[in-house]
């Protein structure tokens, strides 16, 4: 056999392995998180709360009890994070919030959350209106991919 047939094969051995560890460990995570998913769910309930700031930062520096810091894993430590600090009852908390409705949690307004823990799952009840989330500045590509649109007829000019 020639030796660049040897090596493809041995890449692609090494390839299929990969990809095999990878379907199991995803199915192992995906399990994980079910389970996971399913405490929070037992664990929920509606608390009336005074939003007093919301920021995105590290673990390490977001204020939360030591416990919740010791049990995370290592790698995790230093990742961002949605933290709220909210006024609930007589006491001032620092909770993390769930990513998907980070944005939509008013600052400095009274609602209604769902917490399990220090875990914010949603936030319902808002008193007054709710103002409307800043757009998204576009990127350089996707403002270039936008005007040649609206050159070539594709899409209606605004």
Do not use: W
């Not at 090596?7 to 390839?15: D, K, P, S, Y």
């Amino acid at each position: 056999m020639n030796t660049l047939t040897i090596v493809l094969l041995v890449i692609l051995a090494i390839l299929i392995i990969a990809v095999i560890v990878l379907y199991f460990l995803g199915k192992k995570a995906q399990k994980k998180q079910t389970e996971q998913q399913a405490q929070i769910e037992a664990m929920k309930q509606t608390v009336s709360m005074l939003i007093i700031d919301k920021k995105r930062m590290k673990l390490k520096d977001a204020g939360l009890p030591q416990a919740v810091v010791d049990q995370t894993p290592k790698l995790l430590r230093n990742s961002k994070l949605p933290v709220v600090k909210a006024k609930v009852g007589p006491q001032i908390m620092t909770l993390i919030c769930e990513e998907k409705i980070f944005d939509s949690v008013p600052v400095k307004k009274e609602v209604k959350a769902v917490v399990s823990g220090i875990y914010i799952t949603d936030v319902k009840g808002l008193h007054g209106k709710q103002p409307a989330a800043p757009a998204k500045k576009k990127s350089k590509f996707k403002q270039l991919v936008e005007k040649a649109q609206e050159k070539a007829g594709a899409k209606p000019v605004k």
